[in-house]
């Protein structure tokens, strides 16, 4: 079994900046593809960010030029810096992952960030 833990959400005024965190319990290695998703209250869950094993990453267009996605293979944890934050990034943030060859995804706990305007 995988456990992911995220870390790093809180309350920040709009223009401030937040990193969160997803430490994994095993060797992100195992993984083919990690995701950070957001869930707006009344809204479903959207993917935000990917990064592969490969370090291939991709944003949806909304966070573009603003947030990055990270990994420290090393200390199996992914990042997610975000900066130039605006009330519309408010909801939580999950930290999702692949397991190479299979058809498993793993979920974490989520972490709230609200932004105030």
């Known amino acids: 079994q995988v456990q992911l833990v995220e870390s790093g959400g809180g309350l920040v005024q709009a223009g401030g900046s937040l990193r969160l965190s997803c430490a994994a319990s095993?060797?992100?290695?195992?993984?083919?593809?990690m995701y950070w998703f957001r869930q707006a209250p009344g809204k479903q869950r959207d993917m935000v960010a990917v990064i592969t094993s490969g370090g291939v990453t991709n944003y949806v267009d909304s966070v573009k030029g603003r947030f990055t996605i990270s990994r420290d293979n090393a200390e199996n944890t992914i990042y997610l810096q975000m900066n130039s934050l605006k009330p519309e990034d408010t909801a939580v943030y999950y930290c999702?992952?692949?397991?190479?060859?299979?058809?498993?995804?793993?979920w974490g706990q989520g972490t709230q960030v609200t932004v105030s305007s």
């Open positions: 095993r060797s992100i290695f195992r993984f083919s593809a």
């Open positions: 999702s992952a692949h397991l190479l060859g299979t058809a498993q995804n793993y």
